[in-house]
């Protein structure tokens, strides 16, 4: 609407012109008349743009005349437009990182409602755009229970470390658990077994192994809210327990396919040395983790003795 229209109408019951402008519907709304006779047309509203996407700008006389008050309007206009330009760069740049690694719109969305948890906050001062992005990507995929590691994610992303990603993951920890009465949880608790079927899927293994795998898994680190006992991997990664888990699962006979412990690591983000130190732990309780259906006591033989600590 054009300034001049806006300023020269007047309403046709009191004959005023102070008005609300409704940028989504597009109409000028009488502040003079009793709230029960406003009428608001709704419009379309995105909830990650400041204001819900829309703004509402008082026009009075003072505006008319370049007071005070019309350049208040200005600078909150400016500021809220500032804003969402920001977070409108913050979002493309979180589409690419998910394009780039096959994410789903869901997890998509909630790493984009994370940034704006975080921007409102000022957690993403002083942390450059791309580990912010990576961050909330990192903790969307925790919270939709698909997972991805630092390294996965640094792959993809050319303007950040592990490092960075890794500090901006902290900071945006700290502001989710922060927020109160938030429509979202901080991230839930990552169980080994949701790396697995991917980890599978990358290095060929058929279903038999992977379910295999995953029941290793959740013997091994039971999913959240299950009882679970102290072990000797305790702090490991969940990466790095998956990678062991896959390199005891298929040296078995009932396994087919039998990937190099380098691959394994290569696959799972992790170093060779990492795999072995935790497999080592899991050995020592082979007999408990691997299920019976997939190998009997005496295939257990078959397992590689651990390397000695160093």
Same mark, same amino acid.
């Given at each position: 609407? &054009?300034?001049?229209?806006? *300023?020269?109408?007047?309403?046709?019951?009191?004959?005023?012109?102070?008005?609300?402008?409704?940028?989504?519907?597009? $109409?000028?709304?009488?502040?003079?008349?009793? +709230? !029960?006779?406003?009428?608001?047309?709704?419009?379309?509203?995105?909830?990650?743009?400041?204001?819900?996407?829309?703004?509402?700008?008082?026009?009075?006389?003072?505006?008319?005349?370049?007071? #005070?008050?019309?350049?208040? #309007?200005?600078?909150?206009?400016?500021?809220?437009?500032?804003? $969402?330009?920001?977070? +409108?760069?913050? *979002?493309?740049?979180?589409?690419?990182?998910?394009?780039?690694?096959?994410?789903?719109?869901?997890?998509?969305?909630?790493? +984009?409602?994370?940034?704006?948890?975080?921007?409102?906050?000022?957690?993403?001062?002083?942390?450059?755009?791309?580990?912010?992005?990576?961050?909330?990507?990192?903790?969307?995929?925790?919270?939709?229970?698909?997972?991805?590691?630092? %390294?996965?994610?640094?792959?993809?992303?050319?303007?950040?470390?592990?490092?960075?990603?890794?500090?901006? *993951?902290?900071?945006?920890?700290?502001?989710?658990?922060?927020?109160?009465?938030?429509?979202?949880? &901080?991230?839930?608790?990552?169980?080994?077994?949701?790396?697995?079927?991917?980890?599978?899927?990358?290095?060929?293994?058929?279903?038999?192994?992977? %379910?295999?795998?995953?029941?290793?898994?959740?013997?091994?680190? @039971?999913? =959240?809210?299950?009882?679970?006992?102290?072990?000797?991997? $305790?702090?490991?990664?969940?990466?790095?327990?998956?990678?062991?888990?896959?390199?005891?699962?298929?040296?078995? @006979? !009932?396994?087919? #396919?039998?990937?190099?412990?380098?691959?394994?690591?290569?696959?799972?983000?992790?170093? =060779?040395?990492?795999?072995?130190?935790?497999?080592? $732990?899991? *050995?020592?309780?082979?007999?408990?983790?691997?299920?019976?259906?997939?190998?009997?006591? =005496?295939?257990?033989?078959?397992?590689?003795?651990?390397?000695?600590?160093?």
């Amino acid at each position: 609407m &054009a300034e001049r229209s806006r *300023y020269d109408q007047k309403c046709k019951d009191c004959q005023e012109s102070n008005f609300v402008e409704d940028r989504a519907a597009g $109409d000028l709304i009488c502040q003079d008349k009793p +709230q !029960a006779d406003r009428t608001r047309v709704g419009g379309a509203t995105d909830d990650l743009l400041s204001e819900g996407g829309i703004g509402a700008t008082v026009i009075t006389a003072s505006t008319k005349e370049g007071g #005070n008050t019309a350049a208040r #309007n200005l600078s909150r206009l400016q500021t809220r437009n500032n804003t $969402d330009k920001t977070l +409108q760069q913050a *979002y493309s740049q979180i589409n690419r990182i998910s394009d780039k690694l096959g994410l789903t719109k869901t997890i998509t969305d909630t790493a +984009q409602h994370y940034y704006k948890l975080v921007y409102e906050q000022k957690g993403a001062r002083g942390r450059g755009l791309a580990a912010v992005a990576a961050a909330v990507l990192f903790c969307a995929c925790r919270q939709e229970g698909l997972p991805r590691t630092f %390294k996965e994610i640094e792959a993809v992303v050319p303007d950040a470390t592990k490092k960075d990603i890794g500090k901006a *993951y902290k900071t945006i920890m700290a502001c989710l658990q922060a927020e109160e009465g938030a429509a979202t949880a &901080a991230p839930k608790r990552v169980a080994v077994s949701d790396y697995m079927r991917r980890f599978c899927s990358h290095l060929g293994m058929n279903q038999k192994e992977s %379910k295999a795998c995953i029941d290793v898994a959740d013997n091994a680190v @039971p999913r =959240e809210g299950t009882t679970r006992h102290n072990s000797p991997w $305790d702090g490991k990664s969940p990466n790095s327990i998956a990678a062991a888990i896959i390199y005891m699962v298929t040296q078995l @006979p !009932a396994a087919t #396919n039998k990937p190099s412990t380098t691959t394994i690591a290569l696959e799972c983000s992790i170093a =060779e040395v990492t795999l072995q130190s935790t497999y080592r $732990d899991l *050995y020592t309780e082979k007999a408990v983790l691997i299920p019976k259906w997939f190998a009997k006591a =005496e295939d257990l033989q078959h397992l590689q003795q651990p390397r000695e600590r160093y």
